[in-house]
């Protein structure tokens, strides 16, 4: 990608706040514009016929405060440090870089729901095993540790120690434990991945087809927060990005998904025919600060 394709409006915020904040009413999505259902069969909204998004980020213009808190602290368990200035915006996507000293980003969506799905279509470039690229729900009330208050955490997505982005990683921490279940894929191309959290349960989506099926769910308000994670001393050191094209957020229907699975279980998923690699993000220059909204805490 070409340092003059990039644009930035990248908004961050500042001081500390409690979870509490991100959403104006806790177990409802907050009001946002039209989001139009989604006709790519490549998602599990398109497949199971999710319908409409309640809210949607297409990552076309800029990161709005009221939308996002973007966090501007130390990384995960005290390793280096999350900064705004980690947040690239360019060509309809959304970057998050990881540096080789552990200055890295993450961001957190203020609109949450206790009951519904989410949707993320991201990319993964090769680089330092050390990162962990991460979409997960983190409960509002979870507080800024590293284990959430509440004992809630689902990580639809998470990479750990994989410089070849080619194993995905499903954690569903709850009150009754740790569930997990991995997948065989090559991340370097576009995939989606969602979630369903119903009073039923768990179900975990790549591409439209379910990884992932638990009986335990999580009974608070969650929020999606994307995240690039420093692990130093796990994995090989070096430089990270991961590269998101939409985030939505859908409402729950009447019913959880029923197609039954047994938890945990492993998945292979024939690779597609791939695209030429895309180039390595240039790094443009800082952008503008905006007015600052209150942050509240984020995962550790």
């Not at 509440?150 to 990479?159: N, Q, S």
């Given at each position: 990608m070409n340092r003059s394709h990039l644009r930035l409006a990248v908004l961050s915020a500042v001081a500390t706040l409690t979870v509490s904040t991100l959403s104006a009413a806790q177990g409802e999505v907050a009001p946002a514009a039209t989001c139009s259902p989604s006709a790519d069969e490549s998602s599990a909204a398109g497949t199971l016929g999710w319908g409409a998004p309640a809210w949607c980020a297409e990552f076309d213009d800029y990161l709005d405060p009221s939308d996002w808190v973007v966090y501007d602290s130390p990384g995960h368990a005290g390793n280096g440090r999350r900064s705004p200035d980690q947040l690239l915006m360019g060509n309809g996507a959304l970057y998050l870089h990881g540096t080789a000293d552990g200055t890295t980003a993450g961001l957190a969506s203020r609109h949450g729901q206790t009951?519904?799905?989410?949707?993320?279509?991201?990319?993964?470039?090769?680089?330092?095993?050390?990162?962990?690229?991460?979409?997960?729900?983190?409960?509002?009330?979870?507080?800024?540790?590293?284990?959430?208050?509440?004992?809630?955490?689902?990580?639809?997505?998470?990479?750990?120690?994989?410089?070849?982005?080619?194993?995905?990683?499903?954690?569903l921490h709850t009150p009754q434990g740790q569930e997990q279940a991995h997948a065989e894929l090559d991340m370097t191309s576009w995939h989606t991945y969602a979630v369903e959290n119903s009073?039923?349960?768990?179900?975990?989506?790549?591409?439209?087809?379910?990884?992932?099926?638990?009986?335990?769910?999580?009974?608070?308000?969650?929020?999606?927060?994307?995240?690039?994670?420093?692990?130093?001393?796990?994995?090989?050191?070096?430089?990270?990005?991961?590269?998101?094209?939409?985030?939505?957020?859908?409402?729950?229907?009447?019913?959880?998904?029923?197609?039954?699975?047994?938890?945990?279980?492993?998945?292979?998923?024939?690779?597609?025919?791939?695209?030429?690699?895309?180039?390595?993000?240039q790094r443009p220059e800082r952008p503008q600060q905006s007015e600052q909204p209150e942050r509240p805490e984020q995962p550790g």
């Amino acid at each position: 990608m070409n340092r003059s394709h990039l644009r930035l409006a990248v908004l961050s915020a500042v001081a500390t706040l409690t979870v509490s904040t991100l959403s104006a009413a806790q177990g409802e999505v907050a009001p946002a514009a039209t989001c139009s259902p989604s006709a790519d069969e490549s998602s599990a909204a398109g497949t199971l016929g999710w319908g409409a998004p309640a809210w949607c980020a297409e990552f076309d213009d800029y990161l709005d405060p009221s939308d996002w808190v973007v966090y501007d602290s130390p990384g995960h368990a005290g390793n280096g440090r999350r900064s705004p200035d980690q947040l690239l915006m360019g060509n309809g996507a959304l970057y998050l870089h990881g540096t080789a000293d552990g200055t890295t980003a993450g961001l957190a969506s203020r609109h949450g729901q206790t009951y519904g799905r989410w949707e993320t279509r991201v990319r993964l470039y090769e680089g330092a095993g050390s990162y962990h690229p991460v979409a997960l729900l983190w409960p509002q009330e979870g507080g800024g540790n590293v284990q959430s208050a509440t004992g809630e955490e689902i990580d639809f997505l998470e990479v750990v120690d994989d410089p070849g982005r080619r194993r995905p990683n499903f954690f569903l921490h709850t009150p009754q434990g740790q569930e997990q279940a991995h997948a065989e894929l090559d991340m370097t191309s576009w995939h989606t991945y969602a979630v369903e959290n119903s009073p039923n349960g768990v179900v975990g989506y790549i591409d439209g087809r379910e990884w992932f099926r638990s009986s335990n769910a999580a009974h608070s308000p969650m929020s999606a927060c994307l995240q690039l994670d420093w692990f130093p001393g796990q994995g090989n050191g070096g430089e990270a990005w991961m590269e998101v094209d939409w985030l939505r957020v859908y409402p729950m229907g009447s019913t959880g998904s029923e197609r039954p699975k047994q938890p945990g279980q492993s998945e292979r998923f024939e690779r597609p025919e791939q695209p030429q690699r895309p180039e390595r993000p240039q790094r443009p220059e800082r952008p503008q600060q905006s007015e600052q909204p209150e942050r509240p805490e984020q995962p550790g």
